[in-house]
């Protein structure tokens, strides 16, 4: 945890001396200075903010939490412009607004206009998600389907333990029976919470009869082995009302130290000081595709809503909405879980995407493509979340057909205020 925090601390760090550096050239006096170079000097700042939020996200296996645009999650109306630039863009904006402020506190030369064009973003990005709204609340209702999600509860401590193998199979079939009288078009468990792996016979057969009273079909997270190669994945299955498997995702970007050991001839040791996982990845970008009413669909597992190009290849190989089962039971009662749920309100809006999050505990409910929950579960409580999810209509955003070009677009900014020459 301190080598994280300290890796994590550093792009923090970076940040600074550039934003010295820069705005220590704004302040000073320099009549030669073109209105064009003054302004793009002063959008060099959220550029390279931005551009170190990038690089957070995938280096390292990328850890791309608390973003600075997560701040802004619930104002619905300012942060739909990322269905264009993608999250970095809510980013960008945070970052120009607040170096516009400082310049003029500090009355620094070219205040007016970093001033006046923060104004203008900030106008424009309430104008556009206005709009957005209103169009997207004015559509014609589309037939949707019914989706049910479990949320169990189960704390950290007695999850893994045979003791309370029993409590946990009791509360997920109380929870099926229940969502199972409202009649949905599909169950949802959460991540890992069937207690042990799919292919030992005690599990499926007990599996087997939950899914026989379910009378829809279920999707559930269970860890599971590859016979012939020994992998272990953690994985979501989707299986028929007759309990036949109709498709199985592995979960494609496992957590380091969590999950797996990365280089593990240089670090296997710590497994003797911590439990580590032993999973191994997925390969593909799996869509699954029931019967009608429901559309295709796809999963991210855990902190897998983290990463915006996982949802957008999701998206790209055809599913039409997003479901996310994760276990936030490891966070406790700290506010990590609606941190967790800010990652997922982004995927949302991105991608323009309905979707459905399952916890074992923490945030379980329904987002719409705007970023707005509804039907959720109090955390820290069993329960199940019922919600209509009229996807048919659903359509790519320019995000996910352009992809991360508004990063590129600050990275050509922050090298050019790097590189330029200094007068």
């Known amino acids: 945890m301190g080598v994280l925090t300290v890796s994590l601390?550093?792009?923090?760090?970076?940040?600074?001396?550039?934003?010295?550096?820069?705005?220590?050239?704004?302040?000073?006096?320099?009549?030669?200075?073109?209105?064009?170079?003054?302004?793009?000097?002063?959008?060099?700042?959220?550029?390279?903010?931005?551009?170190?939020?990038?690089?957070?996200?995938?280096?390292?296996?990328?850890?791309?939490?608390?973003?600075?645009?997560?701040?802004?999650?619930?104002?619905?109306?300012l942060i739909q412009f990322a269905d264009t630039t993608g999250v970095w863009g809510v980013s960008f904006l945070v970052v120009l607004v607040n170096v516009a402020l400082f310049q003029l506190l500090?009355?620094?030369?070219?205040?007016?206009?970093?001033?006046?064009?923060?104004?203008?973003?900030?106008?424009?990005?309430?104008?556009?998600?206005?709009?957005?709204?209103?169009?997207?609340?004015?559509?014609?209702?589309?037939?949707?389907?019914?989706?049910?999600?479990?949320q169990g509860n189960i704390p950290q401590t007695q999850k893994w333990d045979e003791a309370y193998q029993e409590a946990i199979w009791k509360r997920y079939e109380l929870l099926t029976t229940d969502a199972a009288a409202q009649k949905p078009n599909l169950i949802v468990w959460p991540e890992t919470s069937v207690p042990g792996f799919l292919e030992d016979e005690p599990v499926r057969r007990r599996l087997s009869a939950v899914l026989a009273s379910a009378g829809s079909p279920v999707l559930v997270g269970v860890p599971t082995e590859d016979l012939d190669t020994g992998e272990l994945h953690n994985s979501a299955v989707l299986f028929s009302p007759a309990g036949v498997k109709n498709g199985r995702y592995d979960k494609l970007h496992l957590v380091p130290f969590g999950e797996y050991v990365p280089l593990k001839p240089l670090f296997g040791w710590l497994n003797n000081i911590v439990p580590i996982g032993d999973f191994s990845a997925g390969k593909e970008f799996t869509v699954f595709r029931p019967e009608p009413p429901v559309q295709p669909f796809s999963v991210l597992i855990c902190f897998e809503d983290l990463f915006p190009g996982m949802s957008r290849n999701f998206s790209k190989s055809g599913a039409r909405w997003l479901l996310v089962i994760t276990n936030d039971g490891w966070f406790g009662r700290s506010a990590a879980s609606l941190q967790h749920l800010q990652c997922s309100v982004f995927r949302a809006v991105e991608?323009?995407?309905?979707?459905?999050?399952?916890?074992?505990?923490?945030?379980?409910?329904?987002?719409?493509?705007?970023?707005?929950?509804?039907?959720?579960?109090?955390?820290?409580k069993p329960g199940v979340a019922v919600g209509d999810l009229p996807v048919s209509g659903a359509g790519r955003s320019p995000y996910v057909r352009w992809g991360d070009w508004f990063p590129l677009f600050c990275l050509g900014l922050a090298v050019w205020a790097i590189m330029k020459p200094s007068k």
């Open 106 to 150: 500090k009355r620094q030369q070219g205040w007016r206009i970093s001033v006046g064009v923060a104004v203008l973003c900030l106008l424009g990005a309430a104008a556009y998600g206005a709009r957005e709204q209103k169009q997207f609340d004015a559509r014609a209702p589309v037939p949707g389907f019914k989706v049910a999600l479990l």
């Open 9 to 77: 601390a550093l792009y923090f760090g970076v940040w600074g001396v550039f934003a010295h550096k820069v705005l220590r050239e704004l302040g000073a006096k320099n009549p030669h200075r073109s209105p064009i170079s003054e302004l793009l000097t002063f959008l060099s700042l959220p550029a390279a903010w931005v551009v170190l939020e990038y690089v957070r996200s995938f280096l390292l296996s990328g850890f791309g939490w608390n973003l600075l645009a997560h701040t802004q999650w619930n104002w619905i109306s």
């Open 351 to 380: 991608g323009r995407v309905w979707i459905a999050r399952a916890a074992n505990t923490g945030w379980t409910g329904f987002i719409d493509p705007l970023g707005r929950q509804f039907a959720s579960i109090p955390r820290f």
